[in-house]
C-alpha cells in the first residue's frame, strides 16, 4: 500500500499545524494545493487535536487513551473533552486556550471536564 503525494501533503500539514500553530501566513500554500481543501481542513484539525493532547501527555505512552470526547449534557457546550482527574493539575491558560482555537476553528462549543 503506498500514500500519495496528497496524502504525503497532509501528513506535513497535520505536523506543521501540531507544531507551528493552526494559523499560517501563507507558508503552508504549497502543501495546501496538494493536498486539496478537503485534506488540509483534516490536516489542520488533526494539528490541533494533537496541540491540545500532547499538552497531556508530554510524549509519555499511554496517556491519550484516556482522553476523550463526548457530547455535553450542558446546553451551553457542544463537546466536552474529558479528562480523567489524575491529570487535573495540566489545566490553565495555555491549555484552555489550545482548546479554543480548536473550538474555532470546528466551530463547536468545548470544554474540559475533569472526572
Known amino acids: 500500500m503506498a500514500i500519495t503525494h496528497p496524502g504525503r501533503a497532509y501528513i506535513a500539514l497535520a505536523n506543521y499545524y501540531r507544531f507551528e500553530g493552526l494559523n499560517d501566513n501563507g507558508t503552508t500554500e ?6 486539496g481543501d478537503r ?14 493532547v500532547y499538552l497531556f501527555s508530554a510524549s509519555m505512552p499511554g496517556v491519550v487513551d ?3 470526547f463526548r457530547k455535553s449534557d450542558n446546553p451551553d457546550l457542544d ?3 474529558v479528562v480523567p482527574h489524575d491529570y487535573c493539575d ?7 486556550g489550545r482548546l479554543q482555537q480548536l473550538a474555532k476553528l470546528t466551530g463547536k462549543r468545548l470544554a474540559f471536564v475533569f472526572e
Open 66 to 68: 484516556h482522553l476523550k
Open 39 to 52: 485534506l488540509q481542513e483534516l490536516g489542520k484539525l488533526l494539528g490541533g487535536l494533537l496541540r491540545v
Open 30 to 35: 504549497p502543501l495546501a494545493a496538494m493536498a
Open 79 to 81: 463537546l466536552e473533552f
Open 90 to 96: 495540566f489545566a490553565g491558560e495555555r491549555l484552555d
